[in-house]
């Protein structure tokens, strides 16, 4: 409220009052001034029954009142007490009752922990808007690794708990641990070092890496919160899997690398096999090849079987042209006597006698040429001379040395069995 005096020299001039002016000033305070950050010293900290934090802010030089309502302050993890440093941030006031200016507190962190999680979410931002986070980017883990780089403190409890871990899951696996300092003003690094190391190694190739270390204060694992670390992980051409801190402990480190495991023993479980699963894969393979293997040769045994059926002995066919001879012999006597019955037995017996004679022998010369021709062509006769019949595993007969390789196992007929032999040399010369 304004009051205008006209009795009295300068009657024009405007008075208000004092709620008026503190109000005025609160509205161009807060109006004029944007969120701001403050950091200082607690003292004459205070909590009211109504909940609200009363404390006022100081450095070496000055002090500032400042008020925290219940529904901001309850959502601050610590407990302020008079006498630590803390950093608030809050909008510029006054409090009009007593006319004094004063600060609205909206979120508060201690000073020291408050500037690494500054750093921290900056970094993240920074590094996720890169791309470096993409699950697109992500190298898949080997099912059998074969040597595994852990990239830990050798002192530490961590590289104990994984070793414990993978001796029981998978002990054939190589082991080669790279010693770092976990934590510290050298930690980071050598920590991006040791990476780097890793990944140049030749001698032994690792498959997969292990970077890993103990719980500890967000200052304590700060190293894995660091760019270079980072950049050092997303640069590795080998799987890297992170474990760093407890389960909670969320760094850096475990966005950029190709997974991230809870604990130490956890990552150790995730990249080690079971070597019980795998016999039991390895026993269970067995017997799906034995039994494939046996019906594949009982199929074959059938078919060899149906085509023994069909072959005939070349002895059985010479026995059928014996039995056809004679046959024959005794229908043409049977014939000449019958012929003898009735011509004149003189004449006829010494005409039909020579002509049985010289049938005789054309038939015995036609059966000697289909005995030798049969002779010729059967494959035991050359059997017997000590040739043999070589073919591949697969049952092709061989003509040619270049039908075969070093190394081939061939079968070699003979006349009684037959032999499998490896094929030491080849030679395309024809032996003169």
């Known amino acids: 409220m304004s009051i205008t005096d006209t009795s009295r020299p300068g009657a024009n001039r405007e008075v208000i009052s004092v709620s008026d002016l503190n109000r005025s000033a609160r509205r161009l305070l807060e109006g004029e001034f944007p969120v701001v950050y403050v950091e200082g010293e607690i003292s004459n900290f205070a909590i009211p029954s109504s909940g609200h934090w009363y404390f006022t802010l100081k450095d070496d030089q000055s002090q500032l009142r400042c008020a925290m309502f219940r529904f901001s302050n309850r959502r601050i993890r610590f407990v302020p007490r008079n006498g630590i440093q803390i950093i608030v941030r809050g909008k510029v006031s006054l409090y009009e009752g007593r006319g004094e200016f004063q600060l609205i507190v909206e979120h508060m962190e201690e000073a020291g922990d408050g500037a690494l999680r500054r750093a921290y979410e900056k970094l993240k931002t920074d590094l996720r808007a890169e791309g470096l986070f993409d699950e697109s980017i992500k190298k898949p883990l080997p099912q059998m690794p074969q040597h595994v780089g852990i990239i830990t403190s050798p002192s530490g409890a961590a590289i104990h708990d994984v070793l414990a871990v993978m001796q029981r899951r998978f002990p054939a696996i190589g082991i080669s641990i790279l010693p770092v300092q976990v934590q510290g003003d050298d930690s980071a690094s050598q920590i991006a070092g040791a990476l780097k190391f890793a990944n140049q190694y030749r001698d032994n190739p690792f498959d997969i890496i292990l970077l890993t270390r103990g719980g500890g204060s967000l200052e304590d694992l700060w190293s ?108 043409l006597k049977n014939n000449l006597r019958y012929q003898l019955a009735n011509l004149n037995l003189d004449d006829m017996g010494t005409r039909m006698t020579s002509a049985m004679e010289r049938t005789m022998e054309r038939f015995h010369g036609k059966f000697q040429v289909l005995l030798q021709k049969l002779n010729t062509l059967s494959p035991l006769s050359t059997l017997q001379r000590g040739y043999a019949i070589v073919s591949t595993s697969s049952g092709h007969v061989i003509k040619r040395a270049d039908e075969t390789s070093r190394g081939d196992l061939v079968r070699a007929r003979l006349a009684e069995g037959h032999i499998t032999a490896e094929v030491k040399s080849v030679s395309s010369e024809k032996e003169v």
């Open 224 to 331: 894995f919160n660091t760019e270079v670390v980072a950049r050092a992980v997303h640069a590795s051409k080998i799987p890297v899997v992170c474990a760093v801190g407890h389960e909670s402990d969320v760094s850096i480190t475990d966005f950029v690398a190709d997974l991230r495991a809870p604990t130490p023993s956890a990552a150790a479980e995730l990249i080690t096999p079971d070597v019980n699963e795998w016999i039991a894969n390895l026993n269970r393979l067995g017997r799906a090849i034995n039994d494939q293997m046996i019906s594949v040769l009982a199929g074959h045994q059938g078919n060899l079987g149906h085509i023994a059926k069909r072959l005939r002995h070349p002895g059985q066919r010479l026995q059928d042209l014996h039995q056809r001879l004679d046959d024959l012999e005794i229908r």
